[in-house]
T-cell receptor, first 113, second 111 residues
């Protein structure tokens, strides 16, 4: 059974640009959530989507956005990139119901120069 | 979600049992204890979770105290590949698919 797949794995962007990251959840999973990991702040929750609707949102500026498609695949977008956005961005998926397990992808490494 | 407290780092000899403690004194009755680990900044890997009873799977055992205020993750025969950061997370048993990560315990398995 395929795991959570994230693309691209590595990318470099310039300040001011925007970036879109993609996530394909485990088959059958309807919930997709996103996390940012930096050395200074650790792993932080960005947002969660379930059935194409944002269900939870972390404490991040509006430059960070996401969406989910009808096939449960998800994308997150960061606009007007800042140097501090350099991080590992992790996608996780689950069935989306109480008590079920959340599984993570390998992440997308974003470097902003 | 309840806050957890873990030691910053631990060492264990290869082949011995690694016992990782976690305090979650403010845990509520409907909150699960989850353990994940992260190796070399890969994605966190799910290990095990439990509510009240002790749990065991092919990777580890989870011992939860009767008052549920603390727990211990046990890796029965640690190998070098178990070197990682281990996160203990308390998560409410509701619809929110959100994990609140602390700093975790950096476990080093020594040959």
């Amino acid at each position: 059974k395929a795991g959570v797949t994230q693309t691209p794995r590595y990318l470099i962007k310039t300040r001011g640009q925007q970036v879109t990251l993609s996530c394909s959840p485990i088959s059958g999973h309807r919930s997709v959530s996103w996390y940012q990991q930096t050395p200074g702040q650790g792993l932080q929750f960005l947002f969660e989507y379930f059935s194409e609707t944002q269900r939870n949102k972390g404490n991040f500026p509006g430059r960070f956005s996401g969406r989910q498609f009808s096939n449960s695949r998800s994308e997150m977008n960061v606009s007007t990139l800042e140097l501090g956005d350099s991080a590992l961005y992790l996608c996780a998926s689950s069935f989306g119901t109480a008590g079920n397990t959340i599984y993570f992808g390998e992440g997308s490494w974003l470097t902003v120069v | 979600d309840a806050k957890t407290t873990q030691p910053t780092s631990m060492d264990c000899a290869e082949g011995r049992a690694a016992n990782l403690p976690c305090n979650h004194s403010t845990i509520s009755g409907n909150e699960y204890v989850y353990w994940y680990r992260q190796i070399h900044s890969q994605g966190p890997q799910y290990i095990i979770h439990g509510l009240k009873n002790n749990e065991t799977n092919e990777m580890a055992s989870l011992i939860i105290t009767e008052d549920r205020k603390s727990s211990t993750l046990i890796l029965p025969h640690a190998t070098l590949r178990d070197t990682a950061v281990y996160y203990c997370i308390v998560r409410v048993a509701g619809g929110a698919q959100k994990l609140v990560f602390g700093q975790g315990t950096r476990l080093t398995i020594n040959p």
